[in-house]
């Protein structure tokens, strides 16, 4: 029984060395999202911009089919607060019933918002937002 006691904290404190030692890894922002029209119905096919209004970068891509929308991962040498601009623009036509209207939006990154996903030895600061656009016909 005195064995398993003495393996028992033996494990615990080879536990707790490993966690506390763990190092700070690159920061990760998510920003993810889905696009309907008024009916609640997915649209897909359509272009999305995000840009970094902080590091004056951008990003553009199309939108998944269905209920995936959009997902993106930005990753960064640590936390940085910013402000990431997201547009879309319906550029398929009439393909999702008609012709949709532009939408954006600001998602505020703060310094405040990260957690921390760790990766074996690696604590990575982590922030995920998500945001949902309802677009209107223009025609």
Do not use: W
């Not at 902080?54 to 960064?76: A, H, Q």
Request: net charge neutral; with cysteine; glycine share 8%.
């Amino acid at each position: 029984m005195k064995k398993i006691r003495t393996f028992v904290f033996f494990i615990f404190i080879a536990n707790l060395l490993f966690v506390s030692c763990k190092e700070k890894g690159y920061a990760i922002i998510n920003i993810k999202g889905s696009i309907s029209n008024s009916q609640g119905q997915y649209l897909d096919s359509l272009m999305i911009t995000a840009t970094n209004l902080t590091t004056k970068t951008s990003d553009s891509f199309l939108s998944g089919t269905g209920k995936e929308g959009f997902d993106r991962t930005y990753i960064f040498e640590k936390e940085i607060a910013c402000n990431y601009l997201i547009q879309v623009e319906d550029i398929d036509g009439e393909r999702n019933g008609g012709f949709y209207q532009e939408q954006s939006t600001t998602v505020t990154i703060r310094i405040s918002d990260y957690g921390y996903r760790n990766d074996l030895l690696v604590q990575h600061p982590y922030v995920s937002k998500e945001v949902n656009f309802v677009l209107d016909k223009k025609y």
